[in-house]
């Protein structure tokens, strides 16, 4: 029999199981349980929001089980990308040159693994990384709930931590205080809440996972290619890639 992962998202125990006796016990008589078994740990781990927030857990599993941080955000491969089952599959990138200093924002948008869409835009003279990275998966969130709108199975993969975790993970704690944190000021915070408005929509419906840059990744690259198209086109509007989808010849362009 094939090996399998369950995931449990409400139950006694909530996070990512290798055998179902131990996965029974957390829904077994528990009210509302919610639950699903995935043929391969990656599918489970983007199931359960791209960051493994609790163990894999398995009957009599010891220290040597493997575990996650809270706070840890998954980076996947190409070859898991590849594997996750989506219709739709949106890269973002953000480039600053300087940081701060001339910022822009680029995604790429895939569907059924053929690239279909490149956008870019958002440039500002006087921006940050962290801002054209967040402007763009910004953009992947919009592009995001049009599609599910339409049935369709979306994951966006973006190469920035801070941006994930901002929306996905800090802003959670920063909105029951009052939008306020510990050390100071929280940096776009604006943007930041749009933004986690936006996802608190679309959570239980898409994924939201993180890929490295510059790794031969070609729905990142294409990305990056974009954002700094953005710059030097100075487009400050968000718009579709009028040329032909030319992947070799948009990865000749500059990188960021």
């Known amino acids: ?29 528990f009210a509302g349980a919610r639950y699903k078994s995935f043929a391969s740990l990656a599918e489970a781990e983007a199931a359960f ?14 220290p040597a089980a493997k575990r996650y941080s809270a ?8 070859a898991e990308i590849d594997k996750l089952a989506a219709e739709v599959k949106i890269f973002t990138d ?27 835009g958002l ?24 599609e599910v709108a339409l049935g369709q199975r979306v994951v966006i993969f973006c190469d920035s931590k801070y941006s994930i975790q901002c929306v996905t ?14 050390g100071g000021e929280i ?21 939201v996972l993180h890929v490295n840059g510059h790794v031969g990744v070609e729905g990142n690259e294409l990305a990056d290619r ?6 030097a086109e100075k487009q400050t509007g968000f718009k579709a890639y009028p040329q032909a989808l030319n992947i070799q010849a948009i990865l000749a362009l500059r990188a960021g």
């Open 187 to 207: 940096k776009n915070l604006v943007l930041i809440q749009e933004m986690f408005e936006r996802y608190q929509a679309l959570k239980d419906k898409i994924q």
């Open 123 to 146: 440039y500002n003279p006087m921006g940050t990384n962290n801002t054209a990275e967040l402007n763009a998966f910004n953009q992947a969130l919009i592009m995001a709930a049009q």
């Open 94 to 120: 953000g480039g600053c040159e300087p940081n701060p200093g001339k910022a822009g924002s680029g995604l790429a948008l895939y569907r059924d693994k053929q690239l279909a869409e490149l956008w870019y």
């Open 71 to 78: 706070q840890t955000v998954k980076t996947y491969t190409a």
């Open 169 to 182: 993970q800090w802003a959670v704690a920063w909105q029951k205080k009052g939008w306020k944190k510990a």
């Open 1 to 29: 029999m094939a090996k399998k992962y369950y995931v449990v998202w409400q139950g006694r125990e909530t996070g990512i199981f290798s055998d179902w006796a131990t996965c029974k016990k957390q829904i077994d008589k």
């Open 226 to 231: 974009m954002s700094i198209h953005a710059i």
């Open 49 to 62: 929001g791209g960051r493994a927030s609790s163990a894999i857990k398995a009957a009599g599993a010891g």
